[in-house]
């Protein structure tokens, strides 16, 4: 593999990301000597500049929140499938006659097929629901849209807010209906549907969780919550204790950090290798 490299993940926050933990055990499967993966504290402001210094000595950049869509203008080329979603968390460098190339990818995607894929196996999917209406909804439509379900229902607190989600709805083709949250019918989609994703930030979906358990409802379908603190959240542990399938949201962390893997060195990606890391890591 040459000479050895370096990767990071940006973000603000950063410090408590996994990717390391991920990115690190999958170099020493893969016998990448001297390679290294940190975390790296940026900001929105800070962004530019960071990108402006990077040179071939780095194999490519994770980006987490707030990073993900602020990173589009700072760009040589994206990815068509970032660039319908409207979120890259993924920046790949080559090599050009005047330095380096910086080219946007999206691995969310990936990632949330493929940790579904570990419940649903081949079975594609009539219906969906997302709960959340943020940059992470905009992967997630895409996709349900790839194991079977173009026309999900998302769930909002308020429409008004839906504007970049709405734009990324044009972007891929898919036709999702967009409703706010009300207690009865919110309830009866998430126990109806074949998929249920969560989008929603650490804590928000609690109320939901509560209104599962009190109306005794039975869901039948996959529940996947991208939050992975706490492990479980409150809206995992219902549906599972209901009946339900649950996928926790450190899936998607991996499978998405896997693809990453194979985007920056080329590898396919050791994902034992990865999924004991990150089994330890959360204990």
């Known amino acids: 593999m040459g000479a050895p490299r370096r990767a990071a993940v940006l973000g603000h926050p950063v410090a408590h990301s996994l990717s390391p933990t991920l990115h690190s055990a999958a170099y020493a499967a893969l016998g990448l000597e001297g390679w290294q993966y940190t975390a790296i504290d940026v900001t929105e402001d800070q962004l530019e500049g960071f990108l402006r210094d990077v040179d071939l000595g780095w194999a490519g950049l994770s980006l987490t929140m707030p990073l993900k869509q602020v990173v589009f203008p700072l760009l040589d080329h994206v990815e ?157 542990a219902v549906w599972a204790a209901a009946g339900g399938a649950v996928v926790g949201g450190e899936r998607m962390l991996l499978h998405q950090a896997a693809e990453q893997v194979r985007l920056m060195t080329g590898r396919t990606a050791p994902l034992a290798a990865m999924d004991a890391a990150l089994a330890a890591a959360l204990g």
């Open 80 to 236: 068509p499938l970032a660039e319908a979603v409207g979120a890259v968390n993924t920046v790949l460098l080559s090599p050009t006659r005047c330095g380096v190339t910086l080219t946007g990818a999206n691995t969310d995607v990936h990632g949330l097929v493929a940790s579904l894929r570990e419940e649903l196996g081949s079975r594609r999917i009539d219906t969906a629901v997302v709960l959340g209406g943020g940059a992470t909804a905009a992967s997630t439509l895409a996709a349900v849209a790839e194991l079977g379900c173009p026309t999900p229902r998302v769930l909002v607190r308020s429409l008004d807010r839906t504007g970049p989600l709405q734009a990324a709805v044009g972007r891929m083709g898919v036709s999702p209906v967009f409703e706010v949250f009300q207690e009865e019918a919110t309830v009866t989609a998430l126990a109806g549907a074949d998929v249920v994703v969560s989008t929603m930030p650490k804590h928000a979906a609690d109320p939901w969780a509560k209104a599962l358990a009190d109306k005794g409802a039975r869901p039948h379908g996959v529940l996947l919550d991208v939050v992975y603190d706490p492990r479980p959240t409150a809206l995992s």
